[in-house]
């Protein structure tokens, strides 16, 4: 499974976060948001909890699901 960039995308925006509030909520950088965002990052299991912790939802909502 893939974190979904457009999700984490909408999400910060419904909350009203810039991509340096949600930074600093989830205690990564700024370019690394900017990164996932624009489907440019690979992201590490611990960066997906600090991100659906800093947005208040499950990591599971934030992943893309593969349909097999």
């Known amino acids: 499974m893939k974190i979904d960039p ?3 995308k909408r999400l910060r925006e419904e909350r009203v ?3 340096r ?3 600093k909520r989830a205690r990564i ?3 690394t948001v900017w990164r996932i ?3 440019f990052a690979e992201v590490h ?3 997906i909890r600090r991100l659906a912790a800093a ?3 499950e990591p599971g909502e934030l992943m893309i699901r593969e349909v097999r």
């Open 6 to 8: 457009e999700k984490v």
């Open 17 to 19: 976060l810039s991509q």
């Open 55 to 57: 947005l208040g939802v």
């Open 29 to 31: 950088s700024q370019g």
């Open 21 to 23: 509030d949600l930074a």
């Open 45 to 47: 299991p611990r960066t």
């Open 37 to 39: 965002e624009n489907g």
